[in-house]
T-cell receptor, first 116, second 114 residues
Framework: DAGITQSPRHKVTETGTPVTLRCHQT?????MYWYRQDPGHGLRLIHY???????DKGEVSDGYSVSRSKTEDFLLTLESATSSQTSVYFC???????????????FGEGSRLTVL | AQSVTQPDIHITVSEGASLELRCNYS??????LFWYVQSPGQGLQLLLK??????LVQGIKGFEAEFKRSQSSFNLRKPSVHWSDAAEYFC????????????FGTGTKLQVIP
């Protein structure tokens, strides 16, 4: 199994508070992603990173920021949590593409966030 | 932008019966397509992928999928379903814009009855 650790795995917080989720990988993969999973929506990309300090927005980035200061860590921050950000958050990683692995993602086990 | 559609939200099959999960994609060129499976409370695991070449691809756990360009489809099949196959299945397509971004469908939840 790919070495991906998400923390915390579960968190309950109140509206307006900041929240940071951490994704840590031991695979030295270049690409890292944050997705959120909601019923009826599948997985939607929040932000992604293509190298240290190189990040960009996904399709649902409003209200979220990210940072990647080291290859192994990708942080997702909710500056001021809202109830609409209650979700399960998945981190994923991917290697530099070649003929065999292009696009293949390896996922963490998810972080369940509840915003009251 | 590319997209995938999974028209079936929920499917129920009997154990031992055959299975087909539908996936339609929207993409201008030859797509890179994937099927992932998610067991309850778990992350996603790759079942199989299509890049080019043979349009029938084999995956893990006895699954296969067939790429049909004329129908813009990439349906997942299994000849005989086991109770352990109960899970949620996601079809996905690779973004051509680079950075290895993958877009997922909304998922199909499979229930297996004895």
């Amino acid at each position: 199994d790919a070495g991906i650790t998400q923390s915390p795995r579960h968190k309950v917080t109140e509206t307006g508070t900041p929240v940071t989720l951490r994704c840590h990988q031991t695979e030295n993969h270049r690409y890292m992603y944050w997705y959120r999973q909601d019923p009826g929506h599948g997985l939607r990309l929040i932000h992604y990173s293509y190298g240290v300090k190189d990040t960009d927005k996904g399709e649902v980035s409003d209200g979220y920021s990210v940072s990647r200061s080291k290859t192994e860590d990708f942080l997702l921050t909710l500056e001021s949590a809202t109830s609409s950000q209650t979700s399960v958050y998945f981190c994923a990683i991917s290697e530099d593409p070649d003929r065999t692995n292009t696009g293949e993602l390896f996922f963490g086990e998810g972080s369940r966030l509840t915003v009251l | 932008a590319q997209s995938v559609t999974q028209p079936d939200i929920h499917i129920t099959v009997s154990e031992g019966a055959s299975l087909e999960l539908r996936c339609n994609y929207s993409y201008g060129a030859t797509p890179y397509l994937f099927w992932y499976v998610q067991s309850p409370g778990q992350g996603l695991q790759l079942l199989l992928k299509y890049f080019s070449g043979d349009t029938l691809v084999q995956g893990i756990k006895g699954f296969e999928a067939e790429f049909k360009r004329s129908q813009s489809s990439f349906n997942l099949r299994k000849p005989s379903v086991h109770w352990s196959d109960a899970a949620e299945y996601f079809c996905a397509v690779l973004d051509s814009g680079g950075y290895q971004k993958v877009t997922f469908g909304t998922g199909t939840k499979l229930q297996v009855i004895p």
